[in-house]
Every structure is written in structure tokens, then in C-alpha cells.
């Protein structure tokens, strides 16, 4: 089992950038993919990107791709998400997840593990 807490959020201006945190619990973190999500008010929960357990492999959504970058330090049990150039459209909670496989998903339901999420507000 993995417990996943999330921090770095904040408020910050359009064109600004934040790096989010995916802090992990357990031995076994290099075993599971992680994937960055987010809910903005009233929508559905969004994909944003996914990681493979070696984190040689990542996958972003079009709308963000080519301003975030998705990393992890497994000697540290962290996985990372570097956004730049942020819109306001990127205001959202933002929750990693873990899934105990190679490879992460875009899907939610593949994933067994979730942080408390944490939230970013991106002024015009």
C-alpha cells in the first residue's frame, strides 16, 4: 500500500509557473506509475499526465503538453509536475495517483491510490 500527499500549490499570475509534489509512503514506490490529475469546479476530473515506474516513459494530455514535465526521484519517493506558462484554465485541485504497474494511465479507475490533491488558482 502507498499513501501519496501532494503539496506546492498556489496562486499564481498567467504566464507563471509552480512545480507540484507527489510525496509517497513505502518501500515500494519505483514499483508504481503515477499519473497527475485534475477536478476544476463543477467539471469532471481531467487527465493531466502519467509517469512509468522507471520514469522513463511520460504522457501529457494535449492541453498541456509542451508546458508541463512530469519527473520522479524514486530515492526520494517523489514524483514531480513542472508547469510553466500556466493559464487560468489550469485552475484546478491537481491530485497525483499511484497504480501498482509498469506503466501509467489515463484513466482514473486504474488507479488504486490517491492523494488529497492540492490547489492551484491561476489569475488572468
Known amino acids: 500500500q502507498v499513501q501519496l500527499v501532494e503539496s506546492g500549490g498556489g496562486l499564481v499570475q498567467a504566464g507563471g509557473s509552480l512545480r507540484l509534489s507527489c510525496a509517497a509512503s513505502g518501500r515500494t514506490f519505483s514499483s508504481y506509475a503515477v499519473g497527475w490529475f485534475r477536478q476544476a469546479p463543477g467539471k469532471e476530473r481531467e487527465f493531466v499526465s502519467h509517469i512509468s515506474r522507471s520514469g522513463s516513459m511520460q504522457y501529457y494530455a494535449d492541453s498541456v503538453k509542451g508546458r508541463f514535465t512530469i519527473s520522479r526521484d524514486n530515492a526520494k519517493n517523489t514524483v514531480y509536475l513542472q508547469m510553466n506558462s500556466l493559464k487560468p484554465e489550469d485552475t484546478a485541485v491537481y491530485s497525483c495517483?499511484?497504480?501498482?504497474?509498469?506503466?501509467?494511465?489515463?484513466?482514473?479507475?486504474?488507479?488504486?491510490?490517491w492523494g488529497q490533491g492540492t490547489q492551484v488558482t491561476v489569475s488572468s
Open positions: 495517483a499511484a497504480r501498482s504497474d509498469g506503466l501509467g494511465s489515463s484513466a482514473p479507475n486504474e488507479y488504486a491510490y
